[in-house]
């Protein structure tokens, strides 16, 4: 039998429940005296009005664009804790799948070292000879990179899927060779290390890089530009167009 502290719990939840699917707001805070500003991008749209904005192209004191957009990449970079991968990854642990008509998936795992592996694949059609053009591909807050080429792991894959998902297969079908990134916090990549994961998969990941100075966007960034230095390298066996 439930207590009468759980039934109470209960009874909010669902009157809750049913606010919410009625669309009526549900706020149980009392309203903030008038001039109060509580929300937190309060503040932030606040500062916005007296930022100095000095990578503002207005405010270069220079006229070469050139220098600007030098400039403007390495602060992005340094607010980010982007660093620009050094050396090529070697791809380990190579196989290949057969996907429909004339198109193969060749997949690899990039060894980048310091405890990271990049799973890459490469989606291409069997019947063109190179140099063929290049296409990354990349999947955002989602289940993972196996909706580019419209595999479906989980229930929701098949609706994904159907609004036009598998960017890979499309590439792929106009003549390019398909990159495939799996991206840090999802799929092959989601967290299976730490013992009481968030429910979001990337906020563990976001707050941990931020204490070593770098952020989830500078860490995904740097994962491109080492498959982008793969690709160069030559290690996957085809002939690609590059610029």
Not at 53 to 74: D, G, H, K, V
Not at 78 to 96: I, M, N, W
Not at 148 to 161: F, H, N, Q, T, Y
Request: with cysteine; hydrophobic share 35%; proline share 7%.
């Amino acid at each position: 039998m439930l207590s009468p502290t759980r039934m109470h719990t209960l009874a909010l939840a669902l009157k809750r429940r049913i606010r919410r699917n009625l669309g009526v707001p549900h706020d149980p805070y009392p309203s903030p005296p008038e001039g109060v500003h509580l929300s937190p991008s309060a503040r932030h749209f606040h500062d916005y009005g007296a930022a100095p904005l000095r990578l503002s192209w207005q405010n270069c004191e220079s006229e070469n664009a050139t220098e600007w957009q030098r400039n403007a990449r390495a602060k992005l970079a340094e607010l980010s804790g982007y660093c620009k991968p050094e050396q090529t990854p070697e791809a380990r642990h190579e196989t290949t799948h057969k996907i429909a008509n004339d198109l193969i998936r060749k997949n690899s795992y990039l060894r980048m070292g310091g405890g990271r592996d990049i799973p890459v694949h490469l989606i291409f059609d069997t019947t063109l000879s190179g140099p063929l053009p290049v296409m990354i591909c990349l999947q955002g807050t989602n289940s993972g990179i196996h909706l580019s080429w419209g595999e479906v792991r989980l229930p929701a894959d098949v609706e994904r899927i159907a609004r036009g998902s598998p960017n890979a297969l499309q590439a792929a079908a106009r003549g390019y060779v398909a990159v495939a990134v799996e991206q840090s916090c999802f799929g092959e990549r989601r967290e299976r290390s730490l013992a009481k994961p968030s429910r979001d998969p990337c906020i563990d990941a976001a707050n941990h890089a931020l204490l070593l100075g770098r952020t989830l966007l500078g860490e995904r960034v740097e994962d491109v530009s080492a498959v982008i230095n793969w690709l160069y390298g030559g290690g996957h066996g085809l002939t690609l167009d590059f610029p």
